[in-house]
């Protein structure tokens, strides 16, 4: 099979370029490296069934070409995280809604049949405050002016762009709502609290939790997602469907600090920071953002392989021998 990853030198990215290539197939990435790393994909690049372009979604002039060629395309480049959001705004709504446009348009174009998987967030559930999240719940954002919601704007306008695009030109897509995903090459640089805990408690630090700890994740080992990701795209009963991808045990984010510093064996003390000085007054943050994945389950028969502690001891393990990104 030939696919297609945006983003593939990112996090979720590079592993499903890794998942794919192990499985025989030829994989194409496009990526601008704004946050993805070379050294994420480089092992591949001897391999002759793998190809990179280092070029912008907005711009790359090889798209319509890639899009014809391919059976699948994995559309993940975006910017993401807190910090890049608040950093520059507009790049995050060019970006994220106008490289979505731009692949949609590419493919109905030239090729309509290939299957599309587009990366979607939790985040789009916004201030809903239900404990948990089914797919048919509503949207509840902030009104305009908390710049924090674009990105969850964005994806939620990514959503209805596929659903515009289908209805109008019948391209295959799949919509997931991904939850947070953690795993070997998700980077801390951007806020992502997962890799912050880890390397802070492997090295001693003060184990850094923003707010009073008391909000609640759920996380999800990379492997789970890319496998998930795949059982998606190989059902044709999920086109045109919008489907949670996460796991769905829960932890508050002070006892994950407390877990990790735990299993490492860290002498680490945990440091609670107001979200203000974290990231300044426009951030809000939400209580839960557990998914409901009947729906994934019913679609595919998912069952998430990892549970939390593996996946804290899997990157203790990394932080300790390469260190993670
Ligand atoms: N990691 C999570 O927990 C999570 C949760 C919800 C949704 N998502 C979504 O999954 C996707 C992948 O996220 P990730 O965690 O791997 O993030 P990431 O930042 O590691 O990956 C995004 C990739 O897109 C690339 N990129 C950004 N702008 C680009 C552009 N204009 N042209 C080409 N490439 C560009 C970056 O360089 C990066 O490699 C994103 O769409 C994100 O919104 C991730």
Same mark, same amino acid.
């Given at each position: 099979?030939?696919?297609? %990853?945006?983003?593939?030198?990112?996090?979720?990215?590079?592993?499903? +370029?890794?998942?794919?290539?192990?499985?025989?197939?030829?994989?194409?990435?496009?990526?601008?490296?704004?946050?993805?790393?070379?050294?994420?994909?480089?092992?591949?690049?001897?391999?002759?069934?793998?190809?990179?372009?280092?070029?912008?979604?907005?711009?790359?002039?090889?798209?319509?070409?890639?899009?014809?060629?391919?059976?699948?395309?994995?559309?993940?480049?975006? #910017?993401?995280?807190?910090?890049? +959001?608040?950093?520059?705004?507009?790049?995050?709504?060019?970006?994220?809604?106008?490289?979505?446009?731009?692949?949609?348009?590419?493919?109905?174009? =030239?090729?309509?049949?290939?299957?599309?998987?587009?990366?979607?967030?939790?985040? +789009? &559930?916004?201030?809903?405050?239900?404990?948990?999240? =089914?797919?048919?719940?509503? %949207?509840?954002?902030?009104?305009?002016?908390?710049?924090?919601?674009? &990105?969850?704007?964005?994806?939620?306008?990514?959503?209805?762009?596929? &659903?515009?695009?289908?209805?109008?030109?019948?391209?295959?897509?799949?919509?997931?709502?991904?939850?947070?995903?953690?795993?070997?090459?998700?980077?801390?640089?951007?806020?992502?609290?997962?890799?912050?805990?880890?390397?802070?408690?492997?090295?001693?630090?003060?184990?850094? +939790?923003?707010?009073?700890?008391?909000?609640?994740?759920?996380?999800?080992?990379?492997?789970?997602?890319?496998?998930?990701?795949?059982?998606?795209?190989?059902?044709?009963?999920?086109?045109?469907?919008?489907?949670?991808?996460?796991?769905?045990?829960?932890?508050?984010?002070?006892?994950?600090?407390?877990? #990790?510093?735990?299993?490492?064996?860290?002498?680490?003390?945990?440091?609670?920071?107001?979200?203000?000085?974290?990231?300044?007054?426009?951030?809000?943050?939400?209580?839960?953002?557990?998914?409901? %994945?009947?729906?994934?389950?019913?679609?595919?028969?998912?069952?998430?392989?990892?549970?939390? &502690?593996?996946?804290?001891?899997?990157? %203790?393990?990394?932080?300790?021998?390469?260190?993670?990104?």
């Amino acid at each position: 099979m030939n696919i297609l %990853i945006t983003g593939g030198a990112g996090f979720i990215g590079s592993h499903l +370029v890794a998942y794919h290539l192990a499985k025989g197939d030829t994989v194409h990435v496009v990526d601008d490296l704004s946050t993805g790393q070379v050294g994420n994909i480089s092992a591949h690049f001897k391999d002759p069934h793998f190809q990179f372009d280092e070029a912008n979604i907005l711009t790359w002039d090889g798209l319509k070409e890639a899009a014809r060629w391919s059976n699948r395309i994995y559309h993940m480049a975006a #910017i993401v995280g807190v910090k890049k +959001v608040l950093e520059d705004p507009r790049a995050v709504m060019a970006t994220n809604m106008a490289g979505t446009e731009r692949v949609f348009r590419a493919v109905a174009e =030239v090729n309509p049949m290939t299957q599309i998987i587009v990366a979607s967030s939790s985040e +789009v &559930y916004g201030f809903n405050t239900k404990p948990a999240f =089914v797919e048919t719940d509503d %949207i509840v954002l902030r009104s305009a002016g908390r710049l924090r919601w674009c &990105y969850a704007v964005t994806k939620l306008a990514d959503e209805f762009l596929a &659903y515009s695009f289908l209805k109008k030109s019948h391209i295959k897509v799949v919509i997931v709502r991904l939850f947070n995903t953690v795993g070997p090459h998700q980077t801390g640089k951007y806020g992502m609290v997962f890799p912050n805990f880890i390397r802070q408690a492997v090295h001693g630090e003060q184990v850094t +939790v923003y707010g009073d700890g008391s909000q609640t994740r759920s996380f999800c080992n990379v492997d789970d997602t890319v496998r998930a990701l795949d059982m998606l795209a190989s059902t044709p009963a999920a086109n045109g469907e919008i489907v949670n991808v996460g796991n769905d045990d829960e932890i508050s984010i002070g006892d994950l600090a407390k877990l #990790i510093i735990e299993r490492s064996g860290s002498k680490s003390g945990i440091k609670y920071i107001g979200y203000e000085a974290a990231y300044g007054l426009e951030f809000e943050d939400i209580t839960h953002r557990r998914p409901v %994945i009947q729906k994934l389950q019913d679609l595919t028969g998912f069952k998430p392989r990892w549970s939390l &502690y593996d996946t804290i001891d899997q990157l %203790i393990a990394l932080e300790r021998t390469t260190g993670l990104k």
